[in-house]
């Protein structure tokens, strides 16, 4: 029933930006946080960015360079990518739990149920 729909990937050179987009559909119930994920070649999936109810939490590796935002009124997530750098390029998914889902480990993708098909992010060097 719920959809995610990732869009804004592309390429770019090291050093630009890019915002990425995830609309949401189909819930019945309250959403208390969502997130982005990103899988590279031959890496595992990782937490990239979450944001819940007054809190959001970073990776280590795009701590400022990336902020995550919401637009409640338009069901969109997004996830805004400034100064990026090679080891970025991925593919990058939005995520969301099941209703009422709490979580202390947001950046861990057991704590989500619902996931996007993906946006390609390429940065060259």
């Known amino acids: 029933q719920v959809q995610l729909v990732e869009s804004g990937g592309g390429s770019v050179q090291a050093g630009g930006s890019l915002r990425l987009s995830c609309a949401a559909s189909?819930?019945?119930?309250?959403?208390?946080?969502m997130g982005w994920f990103r899988q590279a070649p031959g890496k595992e999936r990782e937490g990239v960015a979450t944001?819940?109810?007054?809190?959001?939490f970073y990776a280590d590796s795009v701590k400022g360079r990336f902020t995550i935002s919401q637009d409640n009124a338009k069901n969109t997530l997004y996830l805004q990518m400034n100064s990026l750098k090679p080891d970025d390029t991925a593919m990058y998914y939005c995520?969301?739990?099941?209703?009422?889902?709490?979580?202390?480990?947001?950046?861990?993708?057991?704590?989500?149920?619902?996931w996007g098909q993906g946006t390609q992010v390429t940065v060259s060097s």
């Open positions: 995520a969301a739990p099941g209703a009422y889902r709490t979580t202390s480990s947001p950046l861990r993708g057991n704590e989500y149920d619902y």
């Open positions: 189909g819930y019945t119930g309250n959403t208390y946080y």
């Open positions: 944001i819940g109810n007054g809190w959001t």
